[in-house]
């Protein structure tokens, strides 16, 4: 048995740590997407017709069903995604619950109406406003490495919005993805508002072919590429959260105690299968040995074993592939010179997908672990001259998530943050961005088109309408038939007035 593979109209779900079996899923083939998709479209217009207010209160019941069933949620993550406990806790269940807690409670404030104001005095009788309407039926597919966070962030933003949703959770983590329809049946969604469609990647091509009015996508370059492909015929809206090669700057002057434990959190924890990973570091040569040397000795003292054990620090990778192209990655980048300083090897008498964390020295970018998303627990370090290499090496990425600088100089941090080709840059932290809702998600390159979180964000799940209204003082406009000699007259010194020297210097 592999992970995700379907079996006689069922997901069989995997345990990552034991490569047991530990539960099953009937799966929605590609054939009944579009039954779906419908139940969906016919339940939009009495969702969207609620108050913003009544859409929240349907999250916060969702949001207290979750906080009665923490533990079970945690458990679960930690036996079908092979994440601790902590993690389980903190940055998938904490994360979620944060996104759904504020937008439920912002969201009102973001998306009423705009008056917009009317300086032009050609328009002056007329009074213009912005409304924000949802887009429709929206599809959510989400990747494995967060399974709850990312889906919750995207199903519950499109929701109270006043859209109707589809899940389509990766086959990875059917078992938790499971656990979604359940916290909306408990929270009395009415029905078709929210769907799970369980099911293999064929399922989530179904979804992106129906007749569906927006696709939020999270996962790799490769599908989203696919995804874009797909929607392009139909000219169907789409948003991608995509793939990152994350970089980090330590200056001379950086605190090194912090810099390396930051170093090592950033690039294993979630066993470094996160899209904002610390994936290649870039330290000044002057402190390069120290730093080094730190980072790993905190790496050999990492804990790698059961997640289900409060005291390991990291778990196993999710799958075979994945941590083939970590091995990969290693040994491609140990024939072209590297040297791995620690870790890089199968922990054995373990069944699952166990791999010592890994921290390398001698690296360049001829490697592709310096270049391509490794998304697995090695870290790549690289001695530079100055902060300019720095950067311009940090930039030399088809990817452009997020970056971290580590300084005890904030000024010149930032300094160099406003140089990096991304869409966050962190001062002395790393990889936290997506827990915080108030800041947009989502980078430049290959690594993300639109954002999630922040106004930006839930504007994503609606669409502007203006609504212009004309007072209705004047019968006849200047721009209406029919047109004359005075009317051209009139034009021109009406321009030469509002253009010209006069009203122009006024600031609108
Ligand atoms: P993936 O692309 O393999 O799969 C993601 C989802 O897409 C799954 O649900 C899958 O079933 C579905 N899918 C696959 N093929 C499809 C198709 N042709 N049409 C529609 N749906 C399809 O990605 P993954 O392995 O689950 O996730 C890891 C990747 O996600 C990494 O590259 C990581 O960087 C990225 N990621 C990005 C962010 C972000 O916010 N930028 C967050 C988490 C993960």
């Known amino acids: 048995m592999s992970l995700g593979e379907i079996k006689d109209g069922k997901l069989i779900a995997i345990s990552p740590s034991t490569l047991e079996k530990i539960g099953e899923v009937k799966v929605v083939p590609p054939q009944d997407v579009e039954k779906h998709v419908e139940r969906a479209r016919k339940a939009f217009p009495g969702w969207k017709a609620l108050s913003f207010r009544e859409r929240a209160e349907y999250i916060f019941a969702a949001k207290n069903y979750i906080l009665a069933h923490l533990d079970k949620l945690a458990d679960l993550m930690v036996l079908e995604n092979g994440k601790p406990k902590v993690e389980a806790l903190n940055s998938d269940l904490f994360v979620g ?16 109406d705009e008056p917009v104001r009317n300086p032009q ?10 409304c924000y309407e949802p887009v429709g039926v929206v599809g959510v597919i989400a990747p494995w490495n967060f399974p709850f966070s990312i889906s919750m962030s995207g199903v519950s933003m499109a929701l109270l919005a006043g859209n109707t949703v589809l899940l389509k959770p990766s086959p990875h983590t059917c078992l938790i993805g499971e656990k979604f329809s359940e916290i909306f049946q408990s929270a009395g969604l009415p029905e078709g508002v929210f769907q799970a469609l369980p099911g293999g990647n064929d399922t989530g091509e179904a979804l992106v072919k129906a007749n569906i009015d927006k696709i939020v996508f999270t996962g790799s370059v490769r599908t989203g590429k696919r995804i874009m492909e797909t929607c392009a015929p139909h000219l169907r809206p789409l948003m991608l959260e995509l793939g990152g090669k994350d970089p980090m700057l330590v200056r001379e002057d950086a605190d090194l105690e912090a810099a390396a434990s930051g170093a090592v959190w950033g690039a294993f924890t979630n066993c470094g299968q996160v899209c904002a990973s610390v994936e290649r570091v870039y330290v000044n040569k002057k402190i390069a040995k120290v730093f080094i040397d730190r980072v790993v ?83 790549p370090i690289m001695e530079v001259e100055n902060d300019g290499e720095a950067v311009a090496l940090a930039n030399d990425s088809e990817y452009g998530l997020c970056a971290s600088v580590w300084s005890r100089d904030v000024r010149e941090a930032e300094r160099m943050a406003q140089q990096i080709e991304t869409g966050l840059v962190t001062v002395n932290d790393a990889l936290y961005g997506y827990a915080v809702p108030q800041i947009p998600w989502g980078g430049v390159k290959y690594s993300s088109l639109g954002h999630s979180h922040a106004e930006m964000g839930l504007k994503e799940f609606v669409h502007p309408k203006t609504v212009s209204i004309d007072k209705g003082f004047m019968k006849k406009k200047m721009y209406w038939y029919p047109y004359s000699e005075k009317t051209t007259q009139l034009m021109r010194k009406t321009m030469q007035f509002v253009f010209g020297k006069g009203i122009s210097k006024i600031k609108f």
């Open 97 to 112: 619950l944060e996104v759904m807690t504020y937008f439920a409670k912002r969201g009102e404030r973001i998306l009423r």
């Open 121 to 130: 005095m050609y328009f002056k009788e007329k009074r213009h406003y912005i």
């Open 297 to 379: 000795e905190k790496t050999s003292k990492l804990r790698v074993g059961d997640p289900s054990r409060d005291s390991m620090d990291v778990g196993p990778m999710i799958s075979m592939e994945q941590l083939k192209i970590v091995e990969s990655h290693l040994s491609e980048a140990q024939e072209k010179g590297a040297k791995v300083l620690v870790g890089g090897k199968r922990i054995e008498g373990l069944k699952g997908y166990f791999i010592q964390p890994a921290v390398l020295a001698n690296v360049n970018h001829t490697m592709r672990i310096m270049k391509e998303e490794t998304f697995g627990p090695a870290l």
